[in-house]
Nanobody, 122 residues
Framework: QVQLVESGGGLVQAGGSLRLSCAAS????????MGWFRQAPGKEREFVAS????????YYTDSVKGRFTISSDNAKNTVYLQMNNLTPEDTAVYYC???????????????WGQGTQVTVSS
């Protein structure tokens, strides 16, 4: 009932920037917000950032604070991830996800996009 489509990935040199986009469609009226996750080769999927539709509160994992910025265009049901000063450690498949609710401070995600590849060369 919720479809997510990521775009904006690609190949970039260390120190460069990329902006990812995620367009959501479907029953987003019940959505709490959106989040970005990534999975590097041989590693587990990890949380990157999230944003709430109402109020725009944002959250970041420590490794990207000061470099990445998550934002949203509520009217377009679209979330963005501006990634600056990229390093090879940022290489991963990036996924956007639909944050359906937060229970006792714990966010829950129910729909995921197909992912977009981000490769940072050294």
């Amino acid at each position: 009932q919720v479809q997510l489509v990521e775009s904006g990935g690609g190949l970039v040199q260390a120190g460069g920037s990329l902006r990812l986009s995620c367009a959501a469609s479907g029953r987003t009226f019940s959505s709490y917000g959106m989040g970005w996750f990534r999975q590097a080769p041989g590693k587990e999927r990890e949380f990157v950032a999230s944003i709430n539709w109402s109020g725009g509160r944002t959250y970041y994992t420590d490794s990207v604070k000061g470099r990445f910025t998550i934002s949203s265009d509520n009217a377009k049901n679209t979330v963005y991830l501006q990634m600056n000063n990229l390093t090879p450690e940022d290489t991963a498949v990036y996924y956007c996800a639909h944050k359906t609710r937060v229970v006792a401070g714990r966010p829950e995600y129910d729909y995921w996009g197909q992912g977009t590849q981000v490769t940072v060369s050294s």
